[in-house]
């Protein structure tokens, strides 16, 4: 087993290789998508052996560095995400084929094959690294192969700006796992998770390090702002990947330092509980506001961060008083990551296939796609139905998870701590409101860009290939099956949450997840009965058709005999209502004139909503940084005799340092 799992793992780098030895125009231009498909059949085997069967693979060998070791393992928790990454990695592979082809750009190509390949390979040696240093380099080559992928298109300025501005995010987020992994190292003797088990008295000052370390790769609100920077400027397939799979990573991160941990205090559960609040509210209000479909995306990731995030901090406080309540809420969060990669990963394929075909992703400039990319909007129309959480669609079933748990702490009688219930009603109310928001989003993006007229030429074209419509349907099947198929999956999701921290399943930890599922089965019964209803009536309306004479006439126009894409509403106009509601927390600048009088002339009308932290901290902070680096910069003439002073008063400075 542990030489198909590192065979998996090999096979990404070597055919990152190869993808660049080959092309992408020869018949090495199927090697990414196949190398990814045959790498995750051989992690099939090692998946069943650790998730259904509860074994553990491990592999140690020593290596030339002074500290660490080459240790992996695929435990439970590591088996999920990588059960996560072997769904979603084919198909973004098969479509990055398709969306990178006709672009007559072979060299371009050949690297992005690359990147996309180290990228896989790297989330999946963070996944199953069990030492500190092997970790750290991991999450480097991941990082790396991330940038790459940024600045794909990097002759434009703003991509540019947006690979900088990941870059940075990352590696501020990258010294605090530095610091957090050198603390316990220094403390254990050794970087072998094994060792660092138990982290004793030091675990409330890793804990913060994680979240902040963690948290700026899955894009915690206050530590996002690479996300909506960088997938608008990633090829379509490297963002599905990054915000399907790597930000999970972060995720996984603060899973492995709470199975760390012998006892979770309750601060830790609040500060998750906050952080998730606040980045599923803020992250989907922003989402509701944004005019560029990606960019949407983007802020629905750190909302979708947000209920996972709720999840865990409902499951770290109700384990101290109820082990089933904490059962249930990780096994929510759980999974909510796996179906968050799958509709997510879906979406960003779908608006890369937009963009390509109408050669925009503005919404205000789409509009009518429905009739020419039909596949591609049935598609569109499923994963927004799963993303908004509605049954029978595998968003739903995490969050009902999630809901049930929060559900449990404020019964009456049922948990003992009035804060607890509080947290409950919080966490409750949260996700109604996100959910509504949500829905929100996706109405306008469905609608803007799929309803109505096409409001420019280029949004007036031919369905994509099959080369991108394959992958994006496969996905999209996947998220029908995983929510008619709840139950089972809350059961699984359940048995991975155990293995998050030690409870004692004798206690019948388990037992209110049965429950559970089979509450969830009745819902997808009904679902099922619903929709089978649907259908139905649809064939014997079609039937009841078949003889007779249907006349199509125009669609109403409000009164007008002939309206156009401009007597439409755009997604700025949509939107306006939560823009106006929520002004006072976006910090918007806007920009324009609005109509005046009876007869009024041309109006205009911009807003940015770049977002609170980028306006009041993160812009402050490095305009200052940048001054600062002004400054410093007046030291380089480029002349060797001062130089040569610089270094004589250095070694005169350190000299009386050492005489003081």
């Known amino acids: 087993m542990e030489f198909l799992l590192l065979g998996s793992v090999a096979l990404y780098f070597l055919s990152a290789l190869g993808s660049l030895s080959f092309g992408r125009r020869s018949p090495g231009g199927w090697i990414v998508p196949l190398s990814s498909v045959l790498s995750s059949l051989m992690a099939v085997l090692p998946l069943v052996s650790v998730l259904a ?3 553990i693979l491990d592999f140690r060998v020593p290596w030339g560095f002074p500290v660490g070791s080459f240790h992996v393992r695929m435990d439970m928790l590591s088996g999920w995400f990588v059960l996560i990454l072997s769904l ?19 060299v371009r190509g050949s690297w ?17 690294s069990y030492d500190g240093i092997l970790f750290l380099l991991s999450w480097e080559i991941m990082s790396m192969a991330a940038f790459f992928l940024v600045m794909f298109d990097h002759p434009r300025e703003e991509n540019r700006r947006a690979g900088w501005i990941y870059l940075v995010a990352t590696h501020l987020g990258t010294a605090f796992l530095f610091f957090m992994f050198f603390l316990l190292g220094a403390k254990a003797g050794s970087f072998d998770l094994d060792s660092l088990l138990g982290l004793g008295g030091m675990a409330n000052l890793v804990f913060p390090l994680a979240i902040v370390g963690f948290g700026a790769k899955a894009g915690f609100l206050g530590l996002h702002l690479w996300l909506p920077e960088a997938h608008p400027a990633a090829p379509s397939h490297g963002s599905a990947l990054m915000s399907g799979v790597m930000v999970k990573t972060g995720i996984y991160g603060v899973l492995r330092v709470l199975a760390m941990a012998q006892e979770w205090p309750q601060w830790w559960g609040w500060l998750l509980l906050i952080l998730g ?18 960019r949407l995306l983007a802020f629905c990731t750190v909302e979708n961060m947000g209920i996972i995030l709720i999840g865990l901090g409902i499951g770290v406080l109700g384990t101290g008083y109820d082990r089933s309540v904490g059962v249930i809420a990780m096994g929510g969060a759980l999974l909510h990551c796996l179906n968050h990669s799958l509709f997510k990963a879906g979406l960003f394929m779908a608006a890369g296939s937009v963009i390509k075909t109408a050669g925009t992703g503005d919404m205000d400039w789409l509009g009518g796609l429905c009739r020419t990319m039909p596949r591609t909007g049935t598609a569109f129309l499923v994963l927004c139905l799963s993303v908004c959480g509605l049954p029978p669609f595998n968003g739903f079933v995490g969050e ?8 449990l702490t404020v019964v009456p009688g049922a948990m003992s701590s009035v804060g607890l219930r509080i947290g409950g009603f919080v966490a409750i109310s949260s996700l109604a409101l996100v959910g509504g928001l949500a829905a929100m989003a996706f109405l306008k993006a469905y609608g803007m860009v799929f309803l109505g007229f096409s409001r420019s030429d280029g949004a007036a074209k031919a369905d994509p290939g099959s080369d991108m419509v394959v992958p994006m349907s496969s996905l999209t099947i996947l998220c029908l099956v995983l929510g008619l198929a709840g139950s089972a999956s809350i059961l699984m999701a359940g048995s991975v949450a155990t293995a998050v921290h030690p409870l004692d399943l004798s206690l019948g930890s388990l037992t209110p997840l049965a429950e559970v599922s089979k ?4 819902v997808s019964f009904i679902s099922f009965v619903l929709f089978g209803a649907g259908f139905w009536l649809w064939r014997l309306r079609a039937r009841l058709q078949r003889d007779r004479t249907v006349s199509l006439g125009p669609v109403w126009g409000c009164g007008y005999g002939n309206p156009s894409a401009r007597m439409q509403y755009t997604g700025s106009s949509f939107s306006q209502p939560v823009f106006a509601a929520f002004r006072s927390f976006l910090r918007s600048e806007v920009a324009g004139s609005l109509p005046e009088g009876y007869f009024p002339g041309p109006s205009i ?15 402050p902070l490095f305009g200052t940084v940048m001054k600062v680096v002004g400054e410093a910069r007046k030291l380089h003439h480029g002349g060797t005799h001062l130089y040569v002073f610089y270094v004589f008063a250095a070694l005169v400075a350190v000299l009386l340092w050492s005489l003081r």
């Not at 509210?281 to 005019?291: A, D, M, T």
């Not at 009902?400 to 559900?407: G, K």
């Open 605 to 619: 009308f911009h807003a940015d909503t770049s977002g609170v932290f980028h306006r009041y901290f993160y812009g």
């Open 519 to 522: 509450a969830y089965l009745n």
């Open 88 to 106: 979603v990695s084919p198909a973004v592979a098969l479509y990055g084929r398709g969306y990178l082809s006709n672009r007559g750009e072979t």
């Open 400 to 407: 009902f998870l999630i809901y049930t748990a929060s559900y």
């Open 112 to 128: 992005t094959g690359f990147f996309l390949q180290m990228l896989s390979g790297g989330i999946f040696m963070v996944l199953i």
């Open 277 to 294: 609040v606040a980045s599923g509210l803020g992250g989907v209000v922003h989402s509701v506001v944004q005019r560029d479909l990606k």
């Open 53 to 55: 069967c509860g074994s």
